[in-house]
């Protein structure tokens, strides 16, 4: 990896490093995957619940990266987020085609809540590019909005999850994320 392609943390540059995938340069998606792939699994695996699913998961979001790299577009959110998308759909879509979806234990609900809620929902938000439209528009929102839309769609938490940490019904949890996204796509167009 050459030095401009880092952050000033010593953190590869994702967009560029997509940008390289991109022109076919198959050391950038190594770059990717050695820099996010620890995380993407342990998103997947908060989805799909298996340890060996959520590999499968990442492996198979690595081949999309690989061949939709083009399709980024850093004017429309970070590297990241991007990346962090097409795990959590392809985990979903894992779910879907199985036909079958753990639902979260009450007594796991209460555990949930308390592990690490606001640490990784403000790594999420630090990880969005300041100069972002996303960002932007996100900052509009409410907190109440905000907060399960970071959850979801870059923690990779299920409603179900969400529920259980903010310690909300489950059916409030989905509107409020409904309402957000409604509100998101309005200020994005």
Known sequence: MRNNETTGIGQPDLAAALI????GERQ???????????????????????RELAEEVVQDSFVQIWTKSHQYDASRGSARGWIYSIVRNRALNTIRASRH????????????????LNEDVDQAWADLGVQSRLRECLSALDETKRKP???AYICGYTH?????RLRIPLGTAKA???RGLSALRECMA
């Not at 390289?20 to 022109?23: G, H, K, N, Y």
């Not at 979806?101 to 690490?116: M, R």
């Not at 179900?160 to 259980?164: F, M, N, V, W």
């Open 20 to 23: 390289r995938c991109a022109r």
């Open 28 to 50: 950038a998606l190594r770059t990717l995957f050695e820099a996010e792939s620890g995380r993407l699994i342990a998103i997947a695996q908060r989805i799909v619940r298996r």
């Open 101 to 116: 979806e753990d639902l979260t234990e009450p007594n796991l609900l209460v555990t949930l809540a308390d592990s690490g």
């Open 149 to 151: 839309i970071l959850m």
């Open 160 to 164: 179900g999850e969400i529920a259980g």
């Open 176 to 178: 409020w994320i409904r």
